[in-house]
């Protein structure tokens, strides 16, 4: 998995990019097949009282691309927020793989066999 953390308006400390790659464990703990990973973290100045922390994410897998977003005024808390958004759309994907493998299968109904 190759991982890429870039910051806007940001400087990147250490603390954050591990805190980064802890979270992305437990993504990677549901799903192997990741291929690349792109984080992008942002702070948006709209006044000089509001700031926010804006967190995106790019999963690149084998047959689909899953971007992800979050804003919120605490950097730590729009990572966390991401991983949940990314975590729930990762597991949605796998189970869609899981099912249609078994898509083909079909059964037939026990009155019929018996005749």
Do not use: C, W
């Not at 990741?34 to 709209?46: E, N």
Request: net charge neutral; hydrophobic share 35%; aromatic share 2%.
């Amino acid at each position: 998995m190759n991982l890429k953390i870039s910051g806007h308006h940001l400087e990147l400390t250490q603390p954050i990019r591990d805190y980064v790659q802890t979270k992305l464990e437990r993504i990677r703990r549901h799903f192997d097949n990741v291929i690349d990973v792109t984080v992008i973290l942002s702070v948006q100045k709209l006044s000089e009282k509001e700031r926010r922390q804006k967190a995106e994410i790019n999963l690149h897998m084998r047959g689909n691309v899953i971007h992800v977003e979050s804003i919120h005024e605490d950097l730590y808390a729009a990572i966390d927020l991401m991983i949940d958004k990314l975590d729930r759309q990762v597991l949605k994907h796998k189970d869609k793989i899981q099912d249609h493998q078994h898509e083909g299968i079909k059964r037939i109904p026990e009155t019929q066999s018996a005749a």
